[in-house]
Nanobody, 126 residues
Framework: QVQLVESGGALVQAGGSLRLSCVFSGRTFSSYVMGWFRQAPGKEREFVAA????????GYAEFVKGRFTISRDNAKNTVYLQMNMLKPEDTAVYFC???????????????????WGQGAQVTVSS
């Protein structure tokens, strides 16, 4: 069974940076597409970023392009989300997600992901 454990959430001032980590266990990490989603109070869970299995292809939501970077280290079974120039509207619980794939693509919808972490709280103060 796949398990995902996020870490790195914190309270940060607007304009600051954070790096979230998600450690994957239970299966072969390099066989899984990885994604980050977020959910603010009273809102739907929304796509933030995703990365393909092995070719480094990445995708981002428009509202984080140029500020956030997703990366993965297949030797460490870990996916990262580097968040720069944080804004108060980035405040949310951030979730790591995984789905097994045989393709070179990444996915941007919740329904494509089978496994989820418990979430990490990111709070950006103004």
């Amino acid at each position: 069974q796949v398990q995902l454990v996020e870490s790195g959430g914190a309270l940060v001032q607007a304009g600051g940076s954070l790096r979230l980590s998600c450690v994957f266990s239970g299966r072969t990490f390099s066989s899984y597409v990885m994604g980050w989603f977020r959910q603010a109070p009273g809102k739907e869970r929304e796509f933030v970023a995703a990365i393909a299995r092995t070719n480094g292809n990445t995708g981002y939501a428009e509202f984080v392009k140029g500020r956030f970077t997703i990366s993965r280290d297949n030797a460490k079974n870990t996916v990262y989300l580097q968040m720069n120039m944080l804004k108060p509207e980035d405040t949310a619980v951030y979730f790591c997600a995984a789905t097994e794939s045989a393709t070179a693509f990444y996915y941007t919808t919740r329904e494509r992901y089978d496994y989820w972490g418990q979430g990490a709280q990111v709070t950006v103060s103004s």
